[in-house]
């Protein structure tokens, strides 16, 4: 499959999941149409204030990059050669998650519901650009992103895993909670542990 080639005439559907075994987040795209595993986001290792996501083909090369700006608010997309694709930005507060893509000349805007677990980004004269469906109840990070005509497919799918690290910071529901099970348990299991050692003559 060649990188940033979309069908004409309908959406794509791909499917964004993240490793749950990875010292940093690693997300793994797949085409769902295909299965095929077409790509995959890495973050690098010192993305503490300042997020960087480097995307690479299937074969390993580079094939753009996100980078964050302080407090992950604003994010570019760049090519390979370190061109600015698209501009990605969120305003401070808002009663609504949403945000903004400065992209060919013009401004995408989406905006979600109140759980915002889905966002849909239109052109200003209302053209599909592609929507992020996250999905909620599951183990690892993982979600489902349709592009259109308007977007070339990896600029969308870059665009959705940026905004899954904005306002998700690349955590599943499911597994948010499951983490947090499993530190109670951890906790209760050392407190009967302690108190049985106390207890013991």
Not at 73 to 96: N, Q
Not at 157 to 183: L, M, N
Request: charged share 25%; glycine share 10%.
């Amino acid at each position: 499959m060649e990188v940033g080639k979309s069908t004409p005439g309908g959406h794509r559907n791909f499917k964004v999941v993240q490793k749950i075994i990875a010292a940093r987040p690693v997300f793994e795209i797949y085409d769902e149409q295909t299965g095929e595993k077409i790509a995959i986001a890495r973050q690098t290792w010192f993305s503490i204030f300042r997020s960087t996501v480097n995307f690479e083909d299937a074969q390993g090369n580079k094939i753009l990059t996100a980078k964050g700006g302080f407090f992950d608010k604003t994010f570019w997309l760049k090519d390979r050669e370190g061109k600015t694709i698209a501009k990605l930005t969120r305003p401070w507060i808002a009663l609504r998650k949403n945000f903004k893509i400065f992209y060919r000349d013009d401004v995408l805007k989406a905006q979600g519901g109140l759980l915002a677990w889905g966002f849909e980004a239109n052109n200003s004269v209302g053209a599909f650009a592609f929507r992020l469906d996250k999905k909620i109840l599951a183990v690892r990070d993982q979600f489902r992103v349709s592009v259109g005509d308007y977007m070339d497919w990896l600029h969308a799918v870059a665009s959705a895993v940026v905004v899954d690290r904005i306002f998700f910071k690349g955590r599943g529901g499911c597994g948010s909670c499951i983490c947090i099970i499993f530190f109670l348990l951890v906790i209760i299991g050392l407190l009967i542990l302690g108190s049985f050692l106390g207890s013991m003559p």
